[in-house]
């Protein structure tokens, strides 16, 4: 497992020191800060912070405090394109409309800015995070990684209280964000005022 924080992922040097032939899966972390951004958002109507901060996973980085909010995969690709992807994507008009927006940033766009146009704001936001990432000795594409990957994501997703995962999320303590989420996100990703 290795640690970085997503603005230091905008750095190609940064990245190539991920590994570019491994699959993997990764977490991303959020300060109490910005994860107030997120549960808190102005765009939602309720107010979740109060009542999902304290069954949050937390963990500590350069002395300051983190909470679990996310977990991916790289199966197809390797960890680094994948989080080369998530962190420095483009919020183009084709990848937007046909939902090609990694989902992760559809869900930031949608909470922070109400606008899944809105790169700026998304970048501004992803670069508070941390990310921690754990490469896989598989081939990349191989049916092994596939089956043991995705198996490491359903028990990341059932064992820990994760706000932002949305895909085979059942977590009762996530329903009524995750609710509100997916009304969010539809209508956030016709929002385009650029």
């Known amino acids: 497992m290795k640690k970085v924080l997503a603005r230091d992922l905008r750095s190609k040097e940064n990245l190539r020191k991920i590994s570019s032939n491994m699959p993997g899966y990764y977490k991303w972390w959020a300060s109490k800060e910005s994860l107030a951004l997120l549960l808190n958002s102005k765009y939602l109507k309720d107010k979740y912070l109060k009542t999902l901060l304290p ?15 996310y977990v991916g995969i790289a199966v197809k690709e390797s960890i680094q394109s994948r989080l080369d992807w998530h962190v420095n994507q483009h ?15 559809q869900s930031i766009s949608s909470l922070v800015a109400f606008n899944q146009f809105d790169e700026s704001a998304t970048n501004e936001f992803i670069d508070t995070l941390l990310i921690k990432y754990y490469p896989i000795n598989l081939p990349i594409k191989s049916n092994e990684a596939k089956e043991k990957i995705e198996k490491l994501e359903k028990t990341e997703i059932s064992n820990h209280v994760l706000p932002i995962n949305i895909k085979d ?4 303590m996530v329903k009524d964000f995750l609710k509100e989420l997916k009304v969010l996100r539809k209508s956030s990703k016709q929002n385009n005022n650029a």
């Open 169 to 172: 999320n059942k977590d009762a």
């Open 55 to 69: 069954h949050l996973t937390t963990s500590t980085y350069k002395g300051k405090k983190y909470y679990y909010i």
């Open 91 to 105: 919020h183009t008009k084709s990848s937007v409309e046909s939902g090609f927006l990694s989902t992760f940033r």
